[in-house]
Protein backbone atom coordinates (compact mmCIF):
# COMPACT_ATOMS: atom_id res chain seq x y z
CA UNK A 1 0.00 0.00 0.00
CA UNK A 2 3.07 2.34 0.75
CA UNK A 3 4.98 1.50 -1.91
CA UNK A 4 1.43 2.34 -4.12
CA UNK A 5 1.31 6.28 -2.54
CA UNK A 6 5.31 6.69 -2.85
CA UNK A 7 4.56 5.84 -6.73
CA UNK A 8 1.92 8.28 -6.89
CA UNK A 9 3.13 11.03 -5.20
CA UNK A 10 6.33 10.58 -7.69
CA UNK A 11 4.37 10.70 -10.75
CA UNK A 12 2.71 13.74 -9.63
CA UNK A 13 5.83 15.12 -9.19
CA UNK A 14 7.14 14.10 -12.12
CA UNK A 15 4.26 15.77 -13.93
CA UNK A 16 4.66 19.32 -11.80
CA UNK A 17 8.17 19.65 -13.12
CA UNK A 18 8.68 22.11 -16.57
CA UNK A 19 9.84 19.60 -19.60
CA UNK A 20 13.28 20.24 -20.75
CA UNK A 21 11.65 20.34 -24.39
CA UNK A 22 8.58 22.63 -25.49
CA UNK A 23 6.02 20.46 -27.99
CA UNK A 24 4.54 22.32 -30.67
CA UNK A 25 1.81 20.67 -32.93
CA UNK A 26 2.17 21.56 -36.15
CA UNK A 27 -1.02 21.96 -37.49
CA UNK A 28 -0.30 21.20 -41.48
CA UNK A 29 0.94 17.95 -40.91
CA UNK A 30 -0.59 17.53 -37.78
CA UNK A 31 2.81 16.22 -36.02
CA UNK A 32 3.95 17.01 -32.51
CA UNK A 33 7.79 19.18 -33.60
CA UNK A 34 10.07 19.02 -29.90
CA UNK A 35 12.38 22.05 -29.69
CA UNK A 36 14.86 22.96 -26.42
CA UNK A 37 13.23 25.43 -23.76
CA UNK A 38 14.57 29.09 -25.02
CA UNK A 39 14.23 28.59 -28.78
CA UNK A 40 13.80 31.42 -30.95
CA UNK A 41 9.90 31.08 -32.23
CA UNK A 42 10.90 31.87 -35.61
CA UNK A 43 13.78 29.24 -36.02
CA UNK A 44 11.03 26.55 -34.48
CA UNK A 45 8.33 28.30 -37.74
CA UNK A 46 11.80 27.82 -40.39
CA UNK A 47 12.52 24.37 -39.38
CA UNK A 48 8.65 23.51 -39.42
CA UNK A 49 8.66 24.64 -42.52
CA UNK A 50 11.38 22.81 -43.32
CA UNK A 51 10.78 19.66 -42.38
CA UNK A 52 6.90 20.14 -44.16
CA UNK A 53 8.71 20.96 -47.26
CA UNK A 54 11.40 17.99 -46.93
CA UNK A 55 8.20 15.50 -46.43
CA UNK A 56 7.82 13.30 -48.91
CA UNK A 57 4.32 12.92 -51.20
CA UNK A 58 2.31 15.69 -50.27
CA UNK A 59 4.47 17.99 -48.58
CA UNK A 60 4.29 20.42 -51.69
CA UNK A 61 0.47 20.94 -50.98
CA UNK A 62 0.76 21.42 -47.30
CA UNK A 63 0.50 25.41 -46.04
CA UNK A 64 3.14 27.05 -44.40
CA UNK A 65 3.37 28.02 -40.48
CA UNK A 66 3.41 31.55 -40.18
CA UNK A 67 4.15 32.03 -36.55
CA UNK A 68 3.16 29.99 -33.07
CA UNK A 69 0.75 30.08 -30.56
CA UNK A 70 0.22 29.35 -27.21
CA UNK A 71 -3.80 28.64 -26.58
CA UNK A 72 -5.82 27.12 -23.43
CA UNK A 73 -8.96 26.27 -23.32
CA UNK A 74 -11.45 28.76 -22.24
CA UNK A 75 -9.55 31.85 -23.05
CA UNK A 76 -10.26 34.24 -26.16
CA UNK A 77 -7.21 35.62 -26.86
CA UNK A 78 -4.20 32.93 -27.72
CA UNK A 79 -0.82 34.16 -26.97
CA UNK A 80 1.38 34.73 -30.18
CA UNK A 81 5.19 34.26 -30.27
CA UNK A 82 6.94 36.85 -32.60
CA UNK A 83 10.03 35.73 -34.07
CA UNK A 84 12.51 37.07 -31.88
CA UNK A 85 10.29 35.69 -28.80
CA UNK A 86 11.37 32.68 -27.04
CA UNK A 87 9.17 29.94 -26.85
CA UNK A 88 8.22 28.66 -23.44
CA UNK A 89 5.71 26.54 -21.65
CA UNK A 90 3.02 28.32 -19.68
CA UNK A 91 1.23 24.99 -18.21
CA UNK A 92 -0.43 21.81 -18.59
CA UNK A 93 -3.35 23.55 -20.35
CA UNK A 94 -1.64 25.76 -22.59
CA UNK A 95 -0.93 24.21 -25.93
CA UNK A 96 1.72 25.16 -28.50
CA UNK A 97 0.28 25.23 -32.20
CA UNK A 98 1.37 26.49 -35.70
CA UNK A 99 -0.73 29.46 -37.30
CA UNK A 100 -1.18 28.24 -41.28
CA UNK A 101 -1.61 31.16 -43.67
CA UNK A 102 -4.78 30.66 -45.20
CA UNK A 103 -3.17 32.01 -48.76
CA UNK A 104 -0.64 29.55 -49.25
CA UNK A 105 2.70 29.60 -50.50
CA UNK A 106 3.89 33.98 -50.98
CA UNK A 107 7.58 34.97 -51.64
CA UNK A 108 10.69 33.37 -51.01
CA UNK A 109 12.67 32.98 -47.41
CA UNK A 110 16.01 30.98 -47.59
CA UNK A 111 16.40 28.11 -45.08
CA UNK A 112 19.73 26.33 -44.99
CA UNK A 113 21.14 26.22 -48.72
CA UNK A 114 17.70 26.07 -50.43
CA UNK A 115 15.52 28.10 -51.06
CA UNK A 116 11.04 27.68 -49.68
CA UNK A 117 8.23 29.75 -50.26
CA UNK A 118 7.86 31.83 -47.49
CA UNK A 119 4.66 32.54 -45.69
CA UNK A 120 4.90 36.05 -44.21
CA UNK A 121 4.74 38.10 -47.39
CA UNK A 122 1.81 40.01 -46.93
CA UNK A 123 1.86 43.36 -45.08
CA UNK A 124 0.65 43.90 -41.69
CA UNK A 125 -2.73 44.83 -42.36
CA UNK A 126 -2.69 42.05 -45.28
CA UNK A 127 -3.64 44.73 -48.62
CA UNK A 128 -0.10 43.69 -50.67
CA UNK A 129 2.94 41.74 -50.69
CA UNK A 130 5.72 43.00 -49.26
CA UNK A 131 8.66 42.85 -52.02
CA UNK A 132 12.17 41.95 -50.81
CA UNK A 133 14.82 43.76 -52.29
CA UNK A 134 18.51 42.61 -52.47
CA UNK A 135 21.14 44.66 -53.66
CA UNK A 136 24.90 44.55 -53.59
CA UNK A 137 26.34 46.54 -50.15
CA UNK A 138 28.30 48.88 -52.16
CA UNK A 139 26.20 51.48 -54.20
CA UNK A 140 26.90 54.16 -56.29
CA UNK A 141 24.91 56.49 -53.68
CA UNK A 142 27.37 54.64 -50.70
CA UNK A 143 30.36 55.39 -53.17
CA UNK A 144 29.08 59.35 -53.24
CA UNK A 145 28.48 59.74 -49.65
CA UNK A 146 32.39 58.61 -49.11
CA UNK A 147 33.01 61.02 -51.11
CA UNK A 148 30.91 63.78 -50.13
CA UNK A 149 32.57 63.17 -47.03
CA UNK A 150 35.97 63.23 -47.82
CA UNK A 151 35.72 66.50 -49.95
CA UNK A 152 34.16 67.85 -46.59
CA UNK A 153 37.34 66.80 -44.21
CA UNK A 154 39.32 68.95 -46.71
CA UNK A 155 37.19 71.67 -46.88
CA UNK A 156 37.07 71.95 -43.12
CA UNK A 157 40.87 71.33 -43.11
CA UNK A 158 41.92 74.02 -45.31
CA UNK A 159 39.55 76.36 -43.27
CA UNK A 160 40.89 75.38 -40.16
CA UNK A 161 44.68 75.83 -41.51
CA UNK A 162 43.61 79.34 -43.44
CA UNK A 163 42.43 80.29 -39.75
CA UNK A 164 45.55 79.48 -37.91
CA UNK A 165 48.13 81.13 -40.63
CA UNK A 166 46.35 84.56 -40.12
CA UNK A 167 45.84 83.81 -36.50
CA UNK A 168 48.77 86.09 -35.70
CA UNK A 169 47.65 88.81 -37.87
CA UNK A 170 44.34 88.75 -36.10
CA UNK A 171 45.70 88.70 -32.37
CA UNK A 172 47.98 91.55 -33.84
CA UNK A 173 45.47 93.88 -35.33
CA UNK A 174 42.87 93.19 -31.76
CA UNK A 175 45.83 94.40 -29.17
CA UNK A 176 46.74 97.46 -32.04
CA UNK A 177 42.93 98.66 -31.67
CA UNK A 178 42.98 98.05 -28.00
Keep these: MAEGKEKDDSEAN ?32 NLINQKLLSDGGGGG ?6 HIDAVKEGEEEPVSFG ?8 GSD ?14 QVHIGREKVPKAYAHGVDGSHPMTERRSSPISFVYIGK ?3 AFLLLFVIGAVF ?14 NSSI
Design 94 to 107: WKLHTVVDSNGYKG
Design 83 to 90: PTSLLVNY
Design 14 to 45: HHHQPLPFIEVLCKSSGKIRRFAAGTDAAFAV
Design 161 to 174: TLFLENLPRLILYI
Design 146 to 148: ILF
Design 61 to 66: NRLLAT
